[in-house]
Each structure stands twice: as C-alpha cells, then as structure tokens.
C-alpha cells in the first residue's frame, strides 16, 4: 500500500491540513527539549545491563476523548541484580506522529531506552515504590483526566510508561524501563470518515474423515474431537463468535465448518487406532453454537468460501499441470451456497476468493476467477503501489476481465498477528491499530474505503483483541463500517496501481508451504477410482458426496505448514475408497476338471456393500480357445447384478475339443469397459469318455434290453396257457386285460432313445461335484447371503 509522504505537501492535501501537521510539529518542539536527558554513555550502558521491564496490560479508553480519564494499569518487574530504590511509574506524553512509517518506527522500539520518552504528566498522575527488588513484579494503575495531557491537535501521539529511579551502583534518577504505545485523539467527529470493512473469518483445520457408517443414516466419522473444544464455551471458535454477534463486521466463512458441526450434532463417531471408532458425545455443543451462530449472522452479510477454503495457490503453481484439478475448485464453490444455505438458513455471497495472505500473481488470479468469483481479496503488501501516491487508496482496484481485486490494508490485516497471550502485547495491537485507522484517515479528505482482512484462523486471546479494537473503533470519530460488497463496488481511486505482481514476485516463504505436485497427482488418482466405482452403485450418492467432499478437504489451505497431516489425509482417503471398492470382487476358484466334451463352469461374484451393484459385466476368457470354448467362442460375457451383502454365482457353458488343461480367466467391467477389481485365474482339465468306458456302458444297455425281451415273452406265454385253461367262452366274454396288468396292451420296450447317453449328456457322472454335476444351466438366481 502507498505510504503517506513523511511530510504532507500542499499538493496532497489542503493547506488546513498543512498547518495543523505544521503546528503539531511546533507543539512538540517543547517535548523534544523536555525529553529526560539520560546520563552518559557510562550510565546509558550501566542502565541497560540491569533492565526494568513495564508491562502497560491495561489502556482505557483506548482513544479518549474530551472529558474523559485515561486509566493504565500494568506492571513493572526488576529484571536485575540490584534492588531499585525511589522508583515511581509516570506517563509521558511525546510527540505526534504524522506519518503511517513513524508509528511503525515507534512500534519496531516500544520499549528502547535509547529514544526519547516524553515529557512527564507528573504531579499526582504516578505510582511510586519504595523499593523494587530483584526479579519481583509490582502492578501499578494510574488514571489521569484526559485535559492534563495537554494534547494538541488532533492525530497520533506517542505515549508511554517508564519507570524511573537508581540502584547502588547509578545512584542518580534515570529512566530503567520504559514501554511506548500510541494515543489516539480525535475528540470531534471528522470532516471526512473512512468506510472500513472488517472481515471476522470463521474457518477451522479439517475435522471429518471420509469413511462413513455402513447404515441407512451413514454416521459421519470425526479425524478427532477437536472441533468440539473449538466450539465449546471458551474455545476458539465459541469465543469468535461470541465476541463477533456484537460486531458490525463481513462474516466469512467456510462451508466445510458448517458441514462439519452440523455432522457434529447428530450422531457421530470419532476416529480410534486403526479401524476403531468411538461414538461422539458433543451433540448439544454443536446445536448451542450453531443456534448462536444462525441468530448472530441474521441481517449481516456472509461471505462464503469455497468448500474446505482450497488453497487457490498451491492449486494455481502445482495443480494446474494436473488434468481435473480445477473442477475440484468448480465443485467446492458449487456446493458452498447450498451447504451456508441449509444451515444457516441465510444466502451469501459467492463472489469472492480469498487467497492465502492475500497473495497473487497472474496465475492465481486466473485460477482464483476460474469457478465464478469475479472479485478477489488480496492484500497491499503484494499489489503494493508504484504511483508514490501520498495517501492509502480505497481497496477496489479493478484488473481487467471483469475483475476486481479488493487490496486489503497490510497494516490493519496484520497488526493481531502475533502472540497475544498476554495483556500487554494484546493492548499494544489495540493501540497500534487504531493509531494506523487514525492516521490514514488523517491522509487526506477524501473518502475511502478500506477493508481489513486478518488471519484465517485468529486464536482465543487474537480474537479477543480485534474485538476490542473494532469497539473502539466503531465508536469512534473517524471511522464508520461497511460491508465487504459495497467496498467492492466503490468507486476505485483512478491513480491506484492494477498491476498484477509477476509470479516471481511471489513470497518464496509462502510458496515452501504450498502443497507438492505430488499431492494433486494424488487426488487425480483417487478421483479416477471413485469414477469407476461409482457406476457400479445403485445409489452414487452414498459414495460420490463424502468422498467428494473429502477430496475437497485434501485441496484445504489448512494443510500448509502441515505436510506430514496432509499426506497421512490423503493416504486415508484412497485406501478407505480402495477397501470399499473391494467389498465387490470376485471368489477365487480351485482347479475345475471336465470328463466330458461339455459342462457349465460357476463363478461367483461377492458384494459386501450395504447397497446392491449393478453395471457389471463378468467376462470370463479361455487362453487356448482351441482346447476349450467358453460359450462357442474365446470368451462370453454376462451382465451382473448382486444385492447388498449377497454373492451371485455365474454360469457359463462351456465346450472341449481336446484333452488337457487349459487356463481360464474371469474379470469384472464395467459397463463401458473398464476393468473392476483384480482378475481370477484358475484351471480347467478336460479329458475326454474313453472306450472302455463306453463298453461298459453299452454292455449295460444291452443287459437292460435283454431283460425286459425276456419279461415280455413270459408275461405272452403265461396269457396263452391262461386262455387255454379258461376255454373258448371265458375268452369271448373278455379278451382284454385290466390296465396296468402285466403284458397290457400298449406296453412297449424301453426304446434306445430312451436311455442314459453317455455321449450327448452335458454333465457326466464322472464329472466333480463342486465343479459341474451340482450346477444347473438356469439362470442365475438373485444370490445367497454371504455370512459375515
């Protein structure tokens, strides 16, 4: 971002202006001179060997204005070897800072003895001690009415504690330790206010896996119960949103949090060693915060990121060199609106990207534009200006192609980026902050529009300072707020710069957290196996939604910094995709043997999905065709169709020309001819009726014809000799036999066609019993229930 000129010329900004920053300087020529004059370089070194460090925890209110007191309470600690003696705690106020660069100068050396500290408030405004011992800590507060400040003009001053008194070994009154801050006044509204949009992101780490329950309800599985403490009463989360209902604030969120804790307040499980999972128990905390958060964001405007906030570039500098990246980034922000949508029950905003720290070069500009947001948040310190313009620029800066480029300001986006754990360091971001809003808006008197974006991921203690400064600063004179949409649309200032940074130009320390090539290779793998199994399914959505879903997680700016986590994510995904896929395979088969010229070889298919499968294809292949066909010709195919937790077996005919054993190979495909699993390969022996063996089967038909000639010609004669004894008349009444006697009329010989052929019979008595002589040649039926 443009710096404002270390000396505000006429050409910049109007004469008034001119001549206060002129007076402010005057004014503070009696200060300069006032500045406690430490002893000589004797002294001065003596001093800074045995240190006091001044906390300031406490600055209230944070810009005080006419008729207020200014409280500041803290705490000194003798961090020397001797004892401090005469010690008193007294503020000082120094000079005004009229340029952006000289507050960042004051801050870089808060606590330096070596630069001046100030004129005294003195009198009854400090807090004496008697004695101050080594290593111990004393708290001090002090209040003082605002008037006896004697504060000039309005603007940035420089303001500080020191601790002041000597030791056995400097025996004289000297500054030991001082820590300088800034005090904003401007006591009456300004002439001219800047619009600031700040946006309170809400985004988390990955939490949810991509395995799910086998049940109708496929109860989500948790990566672990983090997100819980997050969302907690005093978690990070549950303190952002706490603190951020009660904000004029851009909520901008990601669409996989949501997700995440509305899994979270159903049934869940979260993930154990190895295959275990335990049942989750943070039901009512996820349904307590998402309540808050529904009523906190009703009438404000949200910013939704694409699903599982992808880092657009990582995906811009590796990804696109692989095939199918992009859509990934075309889905997440397909199903962002839909997902803000059902929990939230509010519309947001989709326009935007938002890549890390604001960061870009060509390519990610493409990329970052490539799923439909035309509107990019980036930061000054990359689209830096080039104009020498005096004054910070509104953040609209539109680039070409339709597209706008939202510069958000590099000193208010990070001035809470550091650890502020303690109430020191966090009060000294409070007052930074709002001395840098100040001074901007002192810059000139033209309206602008500026946009804070902070990290994605504030902490408990990050949270808690922006929360104060954005209080102070709404209430303030200088400043009222705006939403993230009407900053975009604000009329860009014409002498802002629109240059796009080269890719060079690219922060080498942000690059080094970018996920690898090798990453996107990955995902591209696994998105190739889901496509292919996923045909097969009756109902894709079981299947398609949480690993697409998960596959969004792998592309998460969340991983950077976190390689090792990454890579253990992706690797989950994969073989979790893999072991569903090999619930559907094929039953490995044991050597078959045909004693005859035909049979029908089995071969089974197991689905131990929940859900049926269809869209198969079984096709089972010969290797020596010439031996053995497989329904007349090389191979034959069957469509397949298996219901959830059943096998199928598949029948095919088959036919021997030759003795001897000859391999055979089934495999799946699916429909449009891929291959489905790993293959099944087992043998076939054929060996064909011998004729011993056909003599002895043809003796026994001969044997069979021969007894019942024998029969018949019993049963003839023993009818003539019964009418012979019976007499002409007895045969006259009744010269035919009851049916079914012996020797009726109609009886015939059993006729040759009417006996076993061993030559045409598709399954022989000789043949095994697990391979042929069970199996029928209908078709199959629905299949068998696989026990488990």
Do not use: C
């Not at 003596?46 to 007191?69: F, R, W």
């Not at 070897?81 to 004051?106: F, Y």
């Not at 995440?260 to 996820?286: E, F, I, K, L, P």
């Not at 000859?662 to 009726?689: C, H, I, N, R, W």
């Amino acid at each position: 971002m443009a710096e404002a000129a270390d000396f505000q010329g006429t050409s910049a900004s109007p004469v008034r202006r001119w001549l206060r920053r002129t007076g402010g300087l005057l004014a503070g020529a009696p200060l300069l001179a006032g500045l406690l004059q430490l002893p000589a370089a004797g002294p001065a070194q003596a001093a800074s060997s045995d240190p006091v460090s001044v906390s300031v925890d406490s600055l209230s209110p944070s810009a005080p204005t006419d008729g207020d007191t200014l409280t500041v309470s803290g705490t000194v600690t003798n961090n020397g070897k001797q004892a401090v003696t005469g010690a008193h705690v007294g503020l000082r106020v120094g000079r005004m800072l009229n340029t952006r660069s000289a507050i960042d100068g004051v801050a870089q050396h808060s606590d330096d003895l070596q630069g001046g500290t100030g004129t005294e408030v003195g009198g009854k405004y400090e807090e004496k001690f008697s004695k101050l011992a080594p290593g111990v800590a004393e708290h001090f507060s002090i209040s003082v009415p605002v008037d006896k400040l004697d504060l000039g003009d309005d603007g940035v001053y420089e303001f500080g504690v020191a601790l002041s008194g000597q030791t056995s070994a400097q025996p004289w009154d000297q500054v030991l330790g001082v820590q300088r801050t800034f005090l904003p006044w401007q006591p009456a509204e300004a002439d001219t206010k800047t619009k600031t949009t700040f946006l309170w992101p809400l985004i988390s780490t990955v939490h949810m896996t991509a395995r799910t329950g086998a049940g109708e309800l496929q109860t989500p599985v948790f990566l672990n119960d983090d997100l819980a403490k997050e969302i907690a009463p005093g978690g990070r989360l549950a303190q952002m949103l706490e603190l951020g209902k009660d904000l004029d604030v851009t909520w901008v969120i990601d669409p996989d949090l949501l997700a995440s804790v509305d899994a979270m307040a159903g049934n869940y499980r979260v993930q154990g060693d190895g295959n275990t999972t335990t049942a989750g128990t943070h039901q009512a905390v996820a349904k307590q915060w998402l309540a808050g958060l529904q009523k906190a964001v009703a009438g404000k405007e949200v910013v939704a990121l694409p699903f599982a906030d992808p880092d657009l570039a990582s995906l811009a500098h590796s990804g696109t060199s692989v095939t199918g990246s992009l859509s990934h980034l075309k889905d997440a922000t397909d199903v962002a609106a839909t997902t803000v949508k059902t929990v939230l029950h509010v519309t947001p905003d989709t326009d935007f990207a938002w890549p890390v720290e604001g960061a870009v070069d060509p390519s990610i500009m493409k990329v970052a534009t490539s799923a439909g947001a035309d509107r990019v948040i980036a930061r000054s310190d990359s689209l830096q200006e080039t104009a020498g313009l005096s004054y910070t620029p509104s953040a609209a800066r539109p680039v070409g192609g339709g597209t706008t480029a939202v510069v958000a300001d590099a000193r208010l986006s990070t001035a809470f980026d550091g650890d502020l754990t303690k109430a020191d360091s966090a009060t000294l971001a409070v007052q930074e902050f709002l001395a840098q809003s100040l001074e901007l808006n002192a810059q000139t008197d033209e309206q602008r529009s500026i946009v804070v974006a902070p990290q994605r991921m504030p902490s408990a203690s990050q949270a808690q300072a922006m929360a104060t400064a954005l209080k102070a600063l709404q209430d303030e004179t200088w400043s009222q707020s705006q939403n993230l949409t009407a900053a975009a649309k604000a009329k860009p200032d014409p002498d802002a710069t629109t240059r796009i940074p080269s890719t060079s130009a690219y922060p080498s320390s942000l690059r080094k957290q970018e996920l690898p090539r090798t990453a996107f290779e990955q995902i591209a793998r696994t998105q190739d196996k889901l496509d292919n199994f996923k045909v097969i399914l009756s109902d894709q959505s079981r299947v398609v939604t949480p690993f697409g879903r998960a596959i969004n997680r792998e592309m998460s700016t969340s991983w950077r910094d976190r390689s090792t986590e990454a890579d253990s994510f992706r690797g989950d995904v994969e073989n979790w995709l893999d072991e569903l896929a090999d619930q559907v395979k094929l039953i490995d088969k044991s050597e078959t043997k045909l004693s005859g010229r035909s049979a029908t070889i089995p071969v089974t298919v197991q689905n131990n999905l929940v859900q049926p499968v269809n869209h198969l294809v079984l096709r089972l292949t010969s290797t020596n065709p010439t031996r053995l066909k497989i329904g007349g010709k090389a191979y034959y195919e069957q469509r397949v169709e298996v219901s959830g937790g059943h096998s199928q077996s598949v029948k095919f005919t088959t036919s021997a020309n030759a003795n001897g054993r000859v391999s055979v190979y089934a495999q799946l495909y699916t429909e449009d001819g891929q291959e489905y699993g790993d293959p099944v390969q087992f043998d076939v022996k054929v060996t064909e009726v011998t004729p011993t063996v056909m003599l002895v089967i043809g003796g026994g038909v001969l044997l069979l014809v021969l007894a019942g000639f024998r029969m018949y010609t019993q049963r003839k004669r023993a009818a003539a000799r019964q009418a012979e004894d019976d007499g002409p008349d007895a045969a006259g009444e009744d010269t035919g036999e009851k049916p079914g006697n012996p020797g009726a009329p109609g009886d015939r010989l059993p006729e040759e066609s009417d006996a076993p052929s061993g030559e045409d019979d598709p399954e022989q008595p000789s043949d095994p019993a697990p391979d042929t002589a069970p199996e029928s040649a209908d078709p199959s039926g629905t299949g068998e229930r696989v026990d488990r």
